[in-house]
């Protein structure tokens, strides 16, 4: 006899995730036990959940009601597991955790590693990525998320804002000149960050107190990794807008000169996102805190 939460819980990723093979992929187990999960819970029901064709799977009109029970049933049980890890209060366990490249790798690091060292039976799953993860779907635990947000059902917490600055190197100074103005930002090279879901900016903005300067800019590089438009910079070929963190060290010892000091480069908002349960796991709580400590918005 199968296990019924266990048949519920490959029933709710089937109908989450769209087919058998994508769920026994999550659940790491065979597309045939899957729907043998499923199967079982449909023989106990005696009607069926899913319509299924060669094509694609849908939810009946049973099977829609009885994943938004299922899904309440999973929650409480998972909450009722997790009892000793909040009563005891020991973070423990594997910590699944999405966030943007460049932040999550220079930013982001040092935070990990300190609180790795001081909770030593939790393990972090880190995915760097600059493409939208969906949470839920993916399995991840916690997301880093710089710009706007969209509305979500998770719980998002605001960030200090992302800080940007405008750089370039001693040697595209000499060559080309210092700008002074915004404006003067048209007749030079200015390197592009390409993102996953959409071309470079090739609008830049700046505040001077409370008025607004835009700017069209050109280049004729576009990068999608931070780093590679540091090291164009670096070797003197245009002016790059990047974030603050990653470029204080180059900047420290002169490699790069900020440019537009009278100027200021907008902020990009930055929030953290978890799931929205009642009962947190120590592992989660604590990594929230540790977060808030290091890049909470006071």
Known sequence: M??????????????????????????????????????ALEHRLGARLLNRTTRRQSLTELGSAYYERCKHILTEAEAADSLAQIMNDTPRGKLKVTAP????????????????????????????????????????????????????????????????VVCASPAYLAERGTPRTP????????????????????????????????????????VNESKALMSAALDGFGIVLGPEDFLRPVLKNGELVQLLPDFEAPSRQMHLLYTANRQRTAKLRRFVEAVIGRFGAT
Not at 138 to 162: D, N
Request: aromatic fraction near 10%; hydrophobic fraction near 45%.
């Open 101 to 164: 490249v460049t932040f999550g790798s220079y930013s982001l690091m040092p935070l990990v590693t300190a609180f790795l060292r001081d909770n030593p039976d939790v393990e972090i799953d880190l995915h760097l990525t600059d493409r939208f993860v969906d949470m839920v779907e993916e399995g991840y635990e916690v997301a880093f998320r710089i710009g706007p947000l969209a509305t979500t059902s998770l719980t998002a917490r605001p960030l200090a804002p992302y800080r940007l």
């Open 183 to 222: 404006a003067d930002l048209e007749h030079h090279e200015c390197l592009g960050y390409a993102y996953w879901s959409r071309p470079a900016d090739r609008e830049w903005s700046f505040y001077q107190g409370s008025t607004l300067h835009k700017v069209q800019v050109a280049s004729r590089l576009q």
């Open 2 to 39: 199968m296990d019924r939460l266990s048949s519920m819980n490959a029933f709710v990723m089937a109908a989450e995730l769209g087919s058998y093979a994508r769920a026994a992929e999550r659940l790491n187990m065979s597309a045939q036990m899957v729907a043998k999960h499923v199967a």
